[in-house]
């Protein structure tokens, strides 16, 4: 990603977070919607589809970490069970226990693995204002507890953090976990369409790592070019 610029992202994104943020705060339900659906799988996995066509090499680990934290998510969420509020209050569709929450978890996860990708400090402080946005519209809108926000930053970005370092030599190990895992949690709760998703990620980074050993290579280190 030759000549990219952190800036080219993080002001637009801060932009919008905050334009969000505010919106959240005073009521105003359809930019909060807007910001929430950012954080979802399905916004999260396709952005991280760009950036693996984009530069392979870089992000095909990193994937890994990221399907490995949703994973993990995922597999809290059923242990623990935790109800939603009251579905009489939701102003968006939600699925699946409520702890910890999976929109504010993927964020801080994405953006964890951004920032230790390419330790850029405006992406980081991008990134820390939209997972807060994603974090406080997923209480205004009435799906979560602040609890659940509060403890999926927290899971997110440390299991991210952690599995970063882990993806340089476990790269099949985590995608090996991750499926298994996920298709168990398919199988056991089939209602519960993410782990599906989750399963479906695993395998097409499995095909495209098979395809490129040694994926992280020493491109993945390097700062910004």
Known sequence: MRGFKP???AIPVAVFSLAALAACITGHVTLC???TYT?????????????IYKAP??????????????TLVAVIKVLVGAPRPPPEGWLVGAEGPSFPS???AATAAFWTLVYLEY???VLGVAGAIHTLAVA??????GVHYPVDVAGGIVIGSISAALLHGASMRGLWIILAISLASSTLLAIASPGYRTPWLLAAVALALCLLASRRVGCRGATSSRGLK
């Open 39 to 51: 954080g979802g799988a399905g916004s999260i996995l396709l952005v991280l589809a760009i950036l």
């Open 33 to 35: 919607k807007a910001v």
């Open 7 to 9: 800036e080219e992202v």
């Open 57 to 70: 090499e870089r992000w095909i680990a990193p994937g890994a970490a990221l399907l490995g934290s949703a």
């Open 119 to 121: 330790r850029s400090p």
């Open 102 to 104: 999976g929109h504010a």
């Open 136 to 141: 406080v519209s997923r209480v205004v809108l």
